[in-house]
């Protein structure tokens, strides 16, 4: 099992944790990861892009010339393809760019993502996040204190609205829980500042013998 030393706030060496295989051991699978971020990214594009064919542009009604006899091509109007102000041959049309991805494959990606963060050795452990107030600075000496990268991302356990708000100003930096975890944030920031009881709370989303000695224990 992977080990990581746990800090405080102050970046001080207070503990490890031992991380679990299943999770931040396992095999990186980049072709599902691959496919969750573009099903990810997909998803936010709004497809409201629209053109005009030769039926829909207006005029265009009345035939240019008569069909035979001026040794032109023979032509309708002036609405064509071929003409200025023409409609298009293949117009876009508004769509949903959405990808319907396996559950297993989204639960790949996720172990992929998070045992890429472990082999590179970006994974900082705090032993707990808690504001005396919801003000940047704080997170900002806490930031500079565990050595923290320039893109770097906060994760809890829960929504915590302090945490949030004093982060939010910080240029590179985005706070998020376990619940709103994503394959695209993890990758997309260098840092992965996560807090032991979110640790705990991934290991048991995602570890399948955790899962499966919870069942054991409620059944």
């Known amino acids: 099992m992977p ?19 299943a999770v931040f051991g396992a095999e990186v699978n980049v072709s599902a990861m691959h496919t ?27 035939k240019i010339y008569r069909q035979k006899g001026t040794g032109n091509a023979r032509h309708h109007g002036r609405r064509a393809p071929q003409f200025t102000h023409g409609g298009m041959v293949f117009a876009v049309k508004p769509r949903s760019y959405r990808m319907s991805v396996p559950r297993k494959v989204r639960r790949l990606a996720m172990v992929s993502a998070l045992t890429s963060k472990a082999v590179e050795n970006e994974i900082i452990v705090l032993d707990k996040i808690e504001l005396a107030e919801a003000k940047t600075k704080y997170v900002a000496q806490m930031l500079k204190a565990v050595n923290a990268a320039k893109k770097a991302m906060i994760v809890t356990a829960d929504a915590d609205t302090s945490v949030v708000r004093a982060g939010s100003n910080i240029e590179g930096v985005k706070v998020s829980h376990v619940g709103m975890l994503n394959v695209v944030d993890i990758l997309g920031y260098t840092s992965f500042i996560v807090t032991k009881d979110a640790i705990n709370k991934l290991e048991a989303l995602y570890d399948d013998t955790v899962e499966a000695a919870s069942e054991e224990v409620n059944g």
């Not at 746990?6 to 295989?21: A, F, T």
């Not at 990214?41 to 009604?61: C, F, H």
């Open 36 to 62: 969750v971020v573009r099903a990810i990214l997909n998803a936010k594009r709004q497809g409201t892009q629209s053109a005009k064919t030769r039926t829909e542009v207006r005029g265009g009604g009345r």
């Open 3 to 21: 080990t990581v030393k746990v800090l405080n706030m102050q970046g001080q060496d207070v503990g490890s944790v031992e991380l679990s295989e």
